[in-house]
């Protein structure tokens, strides 16, 4: 069945904007292709390296070229919380490897950093930029070229698009990403964001809100609530990246292993010593990227992928814009109600029918390309399923369930919860914004108020603690852009302005800088392109210009005259204090060259 025809445009306006980016780049992955089995190029000595510590039957496996070798890159760590189930994960597909008479090497590691314990810290001004440094570093694990297929272990929120990146890089090679799971259900996290507002207002002490903030993240597997990390894994899935039904199943699980186990027999399955060989920058086309933007749209997620999904569609030649985003935000229905867009979390989501059900109800009201390759085979209907676990221990996978389980988290296409997406793209005298409504209550979409200028986050919660934010106002935080600091979360902010919107004033956020996936309520145009430190418009405006932002007509606006708004001399910033410390000096190359963040704001691509 066809996608809705509106979604046929904008996906053949993709293709047609793409052609010779993605001409040149299937050009070299089918030169790359053409070249056999990777290591028959490799020389004696090469290849006595790349496998000293293998078995003796391993050794004589990898030294001809009809056993398939899979490349395990992994992002495990001890301290994030999605990430530390991973430690098992290699022996587990080592194993299953085994079992399927192949062979699997852990190719390499990358950096993955927690975007909670750096949220409001020096660190989070390295966590867009960790992004393609990941990228970068599978690129290293996977450049020994030993490989003929990659199990891709990565969950938060950069290090998924990370992955991606060098997954499309390294086109050639089929890829399957295995994620780790949710952590299992704690204190809800609206209950958790009350907490944090008395605590800002000197309600409760630390002792409370550090026993609320536990009692949330509180074990192995992805934070609950609805932020990147769980977009990430929605992005998996649609876009045919996972095992049908792998999204949400909690790590340490029976059923978790099986799909653990299963994705690595899979993995071997698609190389190309097999009959279904499926190179990852094949499968992933325009319609695949189209089919991800619509689950986002669908599901409320993350604004980090107007930058991450940009950047990882470029790694394949595929040229997305915001008003690729903006348009399918006004054709495709909101359909689930997980935090921060609503009270629910990941787990009941899945509960409530999860991916399986979303992916059937899209496809049924033709939002969703079918005809796709995914690492499953061809057709996202496959994916329109629920997962089990099966007598014999291995994945059984049952139809998707007719009727939601639970229509106030998951609603079927007839009765969505907003007719529209979650993320707008708003256009004005100020460059370009994105904005995610999906979150806003409805009367929270149009903000015109006066200005408050702040150049870093830290000056708004001063005001806030003085006492000097009354009235309606738009808080304009700017020099927050990639070039200026490395475009962090201001996540922090929410908390501030949440307990001001509550107490009835209408107040947003205009910054050139990001929000967390978990960000939601109070209207915030964020992404401001060009950024201060660019010379961007956003550094022309001042204390008590009135600013107008209309989420529903998609503008953002100074309301003062052009052209004494053009005569302005843009404000300048000391970011001297963002130069060092935490490894800012580390990244001082990567500020330099950041593309805008409609280009994704990525080092690897203008
Ligand atoms: O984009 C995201 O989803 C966020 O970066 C998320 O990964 C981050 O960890 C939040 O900061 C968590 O929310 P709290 O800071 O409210 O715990
Ligand atoms: S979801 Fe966010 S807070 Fe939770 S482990 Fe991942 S990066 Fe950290």
Not at 235 to 240: D, N, P, R, S, T
Not at 253 to 273: F, H, S, V
Not at 352 to 376: C, N, P, Q, S, W
Request: aromatic letters at 6%; a negative charge; hydrophobic letters at 40%.
């Amino acid at each position: 069945m066809s996608a809705d025809s509106r979604i046929e445009a904008i996906t053949a306006r993709i293709v047609e904007r793409s052609k010779p980016l993605r001409e040149r780049y299937l050009d070299r992955l089918r030169s790359a292709v053409s070249k056999g089995v990777h290591r028959s190029v490799l020389g004696c000595g090469n290849l006595a390296h790349g496998f000293a510590v293998c078995s003796p039957a391993e050794k004589a496996a990898l030294a001809g070229d009809r056993i398939a070798n899979l490349g395990i890159i992994t992002s495990y760590n001890d301290m994030l919380s999605a990430h530390q189930p991973f430690e098992t994960y290699p022996a587990l597909i080592r194993q299953a490897a085994h079992e399927a008479g192949g062979v699997a090497q852990v190719a390499g590691g990358v950096p993955a950093m927690c975007d909670g314990v750096t949220q409001g810290q020096p660190g989070m001004e390295l966590s867009l930029f960790s992004r393609d440094l990941i990228a970068m570093a599978a690129g290293v694990g996977l450049s020994h070229n030993m490989f003929d297929a990659v199990v891709y272990l990565g969950v938060c929120d950069k290090i998924v698009p990370g992955l991606t990146i060098a997954a499309l890089t390294f086109g050639h090679l089929p890829a399957i990403f295995v994620p780790a799971g949710p952590m299992t259900s704690g204190l809800p996290n609206d209950e958790k964001a009350r907490v944090r507002q008395l605590f800002a207002e000197g309600k409760v002490g630390r002792e409370e809100l550090l026993e609320a903030e536990s009692k949330s993240y509180h074990g192995p597997g992805t934070c609950t609530f609805y932020g990147t990390a769980n977009s990430n894994q929605m992005l998996m899935e649609i876009m045919g990246f996972h095992m049908p039904g792998a999204s949400f199943i909690n790590p340490g699980t029976p059923l978790r292993d099986a799909l653990t186990k299963e994705a690595a027999r899979r993995a071997l399955a698609i190389t190309a010593q097999g009959n279904e060989f499926t190179p990852a920058g094949e499968m992933i086309d325009e319609r695949s990227i189209v089919n991800g933007v619509v689950g986002l749209h669908a599901t409320g997620g993350s604004t980090n992928h107007t930058l991450h999904l940009v950047a990882m569609a470029r790694a394949a030649g595929i040229v997305l814009t915001w008003k690729d985003i903006s348009d399918l935000s006004d054709i495709v229905p909101l359909l689930a109600r997980v935090y921060p867009n609503g009270l629910a979390d990941v787990n009941h989501f899945h509960a409530a029918g999860g991916m399986g059900f979303l992916i059937k109800e899209l496809l049924r009201a033709g939002y969703l390309h079918d005809d796709v390759r995914t690492v499953y085979g061809q057709g996202l209907h496959a994916y329109a399923i629920d997962p089990k676990l099966g007598e014999d221990g291995n994945v059984r996978r049952e139809p998707a369930p007719i009727v939601s389980h639970d229509p106030k988290i998951l609603a079927n296409v007839e009765h969505p919860f907003q007719r529209t997406g979650g993320l707008k793209m708003l256009t004005g005298n100020i460059g370009s914004a994105v904005i995610k409504t999906s979150a806003v209550k409805p009367e929270r979409h149009v903000i015109e108020a006066p200005a408050k200028v702040f150049h870093d986050q830290a000056g708004l919660n001063a005001a806030f603690k003085a006492g000097q934010l009354e009235g309606d106002f738009v808080a304009v935080v700017r020099f927050q852009g990639p070039k200026a600091n490395g475009m962090p979360e201001l996540h922090k902010l929410t908390t501030v302005l949440g307990i001001l919107q509550d107490r009835g004033q209408r107040v947003a956020l205009l910054t050139d800088g990001r929000m967390s996936g978990a960000s939601g309520k109070v209207p915030a145009a964020i992404h401001v392109t060009p950024e201060a430190v660019d010379g961007g418009p956003i550094a022309r405006i001042r204390e008590g210009d009135m600013i107008r932002l209309d989420a529903v007509h998609g503008t953002v606006e100074v309301l003062e005259d052009a052209t004494t708004f053009a005569a302005r001399t843009p404000a300048t910033a000391d970011l001297t204090e963002n130069e060092f410390g935490m490894g800012r000096e580390l990244f001082a190359p990567f500020r330099a060259i950041a593309g805008p963040a409609d280009h994704g704001a990525s080092v690897l691509f203008a």
